[in-house]
């Protein structure tokens, strides 16, 4: 943990930042990086929970560059153990010729995860892994047709926006996109109970003897940090259990101690059927995974030769080094549990929010809250103005109108409680 404030040594962007735009503008496709007079700034080096810009600002991170930095950027021992895998070996063979370090983070995840679930299918990013369990789910009931929630986040690939919630991702591909999901409404803590979220979940799966798998992020991300009430997640692992239905839970966010627990299903002591991990898991080295009880998993197949779901950096010796480096610096710092210590400061810290006008509510566990506002305006002002002030911040939400704070687990308390006063101030 490094006690660092912010240094902002003039506007925000600068000038070397307005220079890298114009030319990012130039030669990147217009469809992925929102350029303004006030917003990016571009990344240059990172530390802990601090980030430095091109023009030399210091900024404090509230976001952990989409929940990947959990044990901090450029952390010392992951920076090593990739460093020394790339000095040895850089690529492998995915599916052909595999690694030693390959078959160590796969029986470090079998010891991790709970319940039995250790048969593992790794690849980069987290819509590989919601793909790998998609596909997992036909192959073990040979049904094709999937439960899932509006607002949900599962990423952006053709397979996994068929069980996308958030309906502007998947509107410019609706021809693509087969119309095999139904849309259940997230049930949010609190706006409804556990008796009505049961019930809404009963009325609205229908039918579900052509119903593959449902898909459940345990606590909403991208769509606006949303909780279901205490429970809920049980009843779906028995609504499931009673219907014949696979679980998959999305934990690519909510994983490696986020929540204040190793995963979030964790709080409830619920074992999905397939769950799927990415982001934290490298400490910044794409990495992800798709782990199911090996009955599930063992329906594929076996190889003989030519793997029917693969990918050319399967495994990836780098990011197999990074993911067991991430491992231990979690339980060395004991960093779930400090995630649950400092999430209730930081909970009523946020909470306090309330008493503006323009805040609508707050929710969130650990370290991953979000701060809903009236407007997505209004949200856009407050990220904007504190960008300019030196502390970075997403919006999230269907709508664009939350605040997500999700720090690296290892910020200092004085530093978190300095950008909880800047982002007061702003509002």
Known sequence: MKNEFEAVRGAIPGPRTAALQEQLAQYESQNVTFLSDEFPVFWESAS????TDVDGNRFIDLTSAFGVASV????????????????????????VHPTEVRSRLLERLARLLPGG????????????????????????????R??????????????????SGIEKFVEPFRGLVPHETTLLDYPDAQRITLGDATAQLERQAGDCSEIAALIIEPLQGRGGCILPPKGYLAHVRRFCDER???????????????????????????????????????????????????PIMDVWP???????????????PMGCAAALATIEELERGHLPQRARELGDLLGSRLER???????????????????????????????????????ILLQAGPAGDVLSITPPLVIDESVLIRALDIIKEEL
């Open 302 to 316: 076996l190889s003989t030769g030519e793997a029917l779901h693969t990918s050319t950096y399967l495994g990836n």
């Open 146 to 163: 999937f439960l899932a929630y509006r607002g949900a986040y599962h990423g952006l690939s053709l397979g996994a926006l068929t069980v």
């Open 353 to 391: 929010l309330l008493a503006h006008d323009n805040v609508v509510a707050v929710r969130g566990r650990g370290m991953m809250w979000g701060v809903q506002l009236r407007s997505a305006a209004e949200a856009d002002r407050v990220v904007k103005r504190v960008l300019a002030r030196g502390v």
């Open 117 to 144: 679930l250790s048969k593992t299918f790794l690849a980069t990013t987290g819509s590989e892994a919601v793909e790998a369990a998609l596909k997992t789910a036909v192959i073990a009931t040979a049904k094709h």
């Open 72 to 95: 901090g950027h450029s952390n010392p021992s992951v920076v090593a153990a990739i460093t020394l895998q790339a000095n040895a070996l850089m690529h492998g063979m995915g599916d």
């Open 244 to 294: 014949g239905i696979l679980m998959i839970a999305d934990e690519i966010y909510t994983g490696f101690g986020r929540t204040g627990y190793w995963f979030a299903c964790d709080a409830e002591g619920v074992i999905p059927d397939i769950v799927c991990i990415g982001k934290a898991m490298g400490g910044g080295f794409p990495i992800s995974a798709a782990v199911a009880r090996p």
């Open 48 to 51: 802990g929970s601090t980030v």
